[in-house]
C-alpha cells in the first residue's frame, strides 16, 4: 500500500507562499498571473509531483494556437492609429504562446464576400477585426463559428464581442473643456456616416451642451463632411459666424480645422479654440498642438487578445462590449474665451 501524502495546489501555494487560487490559475493557463510565477508554480509542481499535471497538458494541448487579424486595406494604412494597436496585439499573442496571422480585406473581397484564405489554410482558433469592413462582410466572418472579437467597431446586427472606445464619455469630456474655458458657440465636425465611433461622439457632444443649458445650433452642426483639405477650406471661407471654438471628431479634422483657419488669418487659440480626438500625429505634430482626447491604443490590442482568449473558452456566454474611457489631453490650441 503506498502511502505516500498527496500532493494538492495548497501545498504548491504554502511551497511558494502564494494564493490557491494564483496557483490554479498557472496550472490551468488562465490570465492573472505573470509568466514568470506562471513557470515557478510549474516547475514546483512538477517537483513535488502534482498529478493535476496530465490535465493540466491536456488542456495546455488543446489551448488556442492560432489567431487571425483582418482589417480593410484601408485601415491597415492607418499606422499612426491602428499601427500602435496592431504591435499590441502582436506582442500580446505571442506572450501567450500562440501564432498571428494577418490578411488585409480589399475593395471587391468585401463586395463579394470573398473570406480570408487564411480562415480555410490554417486551424484557426479566434478572430479579430480590426475596424470597420462592412456589416455584410464582418457578418459573413462571424457565421464561421470561429470566436470572434471587433476592434473599434460594432452594430447591433453584428453578434460578436467588441473592445470600444467610450466615444460619448469622450466627446463629453471634450466639449465640457471648451465650455468651461467659457466658450458657448461650438462647432462639431466630422462624418458620422464613416463610423458609429463618430455618432457616438456627435451624441456626446449633444449632452454636454444639454447638460450645461446650452442650446445646440444646427448651423454649427457640421456632420456630413469629408476629412479633405479642400472641402473643410471651402467650409471655413463660407461659415457667416465662425464659432468661438470647434470639437472635431477626430485629429485629422482637427489639423485641417487649425490650418484652415490659420489660413483665414485667425490665430489659435486666442480668437478660436480647437480640441480633437485620439491623440494621433496630427495633433501632435500641429503648431499649436492640438487638445484631444487621449486613447491608450497598447491596451486595446492587449484588452482585445484577452478578451477573445475568454471567448474561445467560454462560447456560449452571452457577448459582451468593453469600453475604454480615453483621457483629456490638454495642449496649446485650447484656452478661455476673451
Known amino acids: ?38 513557470m515557478l508554480v510549474q516547475k514546483t509542481a512538477e517537483d513535488l509531483g502534482y498529478q493535476y499535471l496530465t490535465v493540466r497538458k491536456a488542456a495546455k494541448k488543446n489551448s488556442p494556437k492560432n489567431i487571425a487579424l483582418i482589417a480593410s486595406e484601408y485601415a491597415f494604412s492607418l499606422t ?11 506582442k500580446e499573442v505571442h506572450n501567450r504562446g500562440m501564432n498571428l496571422f494577418i490578411e488585409s480585406i480589399n475593395s471587391d473581397d468585401k463586395e463579394n464576400l470573398i473570406l480570408p484564405k487564411l480562415l480555410s489554410n490554417h486551424e484557426i482558433d479566434g478572430i479579430l477585426i480590426l475596424s470597420h469592413i462592412s456589416t455584410e462582410y464582418i457578418s459573413a466572418v462571424i457565421k464561421t463559428g470561429i470566436p470572434t472579437v471587433l476592434i473599434d467597431h460594432h452594430d447591433p446586427l453584428l453578434h460578436a464581442d467588441a473592445i470600444l472606445t467610450n466615444n460619448r464619455y469622450g466627446a ?13 458657440n461650438i462647432a462639431y465636425i ?37 476629412e479633405n483639405e479642400t472641402e473643410i477650406s471651402h467650409l471655413i471661407a463660407n461659415i457667416k459666424e465662425l464659432p468661438s471654438a470647434w470639437f472635431c471628431v477626430n485629429d485629422g479634422f482637427g489639423f485641417h480645422i487649425l490650418s484652415s483657419l490659420q489660413h483665414q488669418g485667425l490665430a489659435i487659440p486666442e480668437e ?31 484588452k482585445a487578445v484577452e478578451q ?31
Not at 80 to 90: N, Q
Not at 200 to 224: D, Q, S, T, V
Not at 330 to 337: A, D, E, L, Y
Request: hydrophobic share 35%; proline share 4%.
Open 190 to 226: 466630422g462624418n458620422t456616416d464613416i463610423s458609429p465611433s463618430y455618432q457616438e461622439r456627435l451624441e456626446g457632444y449633444l449632452l454636454a451642451l444639454k447638460r450645461n443649458n446650452l442650446e445646440a445650433n444646427p448651423g454649427l452642426m457640421f456632420i456630413n463632411v469629408k
Open 272 to 302: 478660436a479654440s480647437i480640441c480633437s480626438f485620439d491623440n494621433g500625429q496630427f495633433s501632435q505634430y500641429a503648431s499649436p498642438k492640438i487638445t484631444t482626447m487621449d486613447i491608450d491604443l497598447n491596451f486595446f490590442g492587449k
Open 80 to 90: 499612426s492609429f491602428f499601427g500602435k494597436i496592431y504591435l499590441s496585439i502582436e
Open 1 to 38: 500500500m503506498n502511502d505516500r501524502k498527496k500532493i494538492t495546489m495548497q501545498h504548491i501555494a504554502d511551497r511558494l507562499q502564494i494564493s490557491k487560487n494564483s496557483v490554479s490559475q498557472a496550472l490551468s493557463g488562465k490570465p492573472g498571473v505573470s509568466d514568470e510565477t506562471r
Open 308 to 338: 477573445l482568449y475568454w471567448r474561445i473558452q467560454h462560447k456560449e456566454e452571452p457577448f459582451q462590449e468593453v469600453l475604454l474611457s480615453p483621457k483629456l489631453l490638454v495642449r496649446q490650441s485650447t484656452s478661455i474665451k476673451s
Open 172 to 184: 463629453y469630456i471634450a466639449v465640457e473643456h471648451l465650455i468651461r474655458l467659457g466658450h458657448k
